[in-house]
């Protein structure tokens, strides 16, 4: 059935633009869902939606599918409303819209495609340069103790490396942040700190992926919270390992203290509770996300999804397995292997669903400014 084509006044460069902009305006008018989520309360203090708008809108849903579920305009009425659909379809677009460089924007098109490939290759080039650069008995010999790692690939080989690709990630996730903020900030007065205090405790509890206290929606309309736990669990999982990798860079240039560390170490300590986290979270995501409706979903995006959770479980089990069989003939493989995965993780980290936590980060920020303002 042809959705109505209710009247909207401002012109969008796309298709699902457009859709947002009619869904908003029937919104507006019925304000039914104003409890569920922040996205309602942020369309009510508009009229006109423009792009950064509505880009601004669609971040700030979670897909949590609870206003699809209440509706009753979604289809088969003529209005045919989906809000979570057609604002998962703009949030995808608004990654590649706002991508540094510009250049590099195709990689959200075929994005699951292009991971793949960037994270087969990366893989490949560590191995292949490890046995191009070592004897076989290096390369599956056993080392143990600190500096065990570097018999097979020096520190400042490994450090210069990994540090440009770091580097890159952030000037490019940067820059793109700050297009995000400029088209959706508009003329809000500050907010202050509290503002941003604010948008981290709502981020830190996702606090709006719960569809007012309800749950997510699934294929077979029974609301859970699993969901938001599994998002919890790859979200600190991340920020832990992250944690062990700093303590880490900080043993090795403040203390001298080279990996590898023993079990009971600070580094070793919190990246295996990370890990944990990025291999209960992300399997429990992909569970999860074949038993949502697919009425809710962008379908397009999956391979988008699916990548990003892949890649941060391959980035745990490899490194949880470094952990296991450190002191064994299989170290050597398996750090390449494991360079290989977080190598093309960083690299891929500004063109992957890497990104949502970012822009939805700075869509909280804003609604905390806009609600200190109304008040
Ligand atoms: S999603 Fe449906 S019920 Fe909710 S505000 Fe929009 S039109 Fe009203
Ligand atoms: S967060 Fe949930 S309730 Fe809010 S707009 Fe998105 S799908 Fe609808």
Known sequence: MRAIDMHTTTTHPTEALHEADRLMVVCNSCRYCEGLCAVFP????RRLFNDGDLNYLANLCHSCGACFSDCQFSPPHEFAVNVPRTLAQVRGDSYRAYAWPGALSGL??????????????????????????????????THEGAGAFYKLMPHNTMALLFGAVFLFAILAITLSMRAFWRDIAGQTPGGGVSALFQAIKDAGQLRYLDGGKAGCMNDDDAPTDRRKHYHHATFYGFLLCFAATSVATLYHYLLGREAPYPWWDLPVVLGTLGGIGLVVGPIGLLAAKFKRAPELLDETRFGMDAAFIVMLLLTSVTGLALLVLRATPAMGLLLSIHLGVVFSLFLTLPYSKFVHGLYRFLALVQYARESRAAH
Do not use: T
């Open 42 to 45: 942020a369309m009510e203090r």
């Open 108 to 141: 959200f098109s075929r994005n699951g495609l292009a991971i793949s490939l960037i994270a087969a290759l990366s893989v490949a080039a560590f191995i292949a340069g490890f046995m191009a650069y070592h004897d076989p008995a290096v390369l599956f010999g």
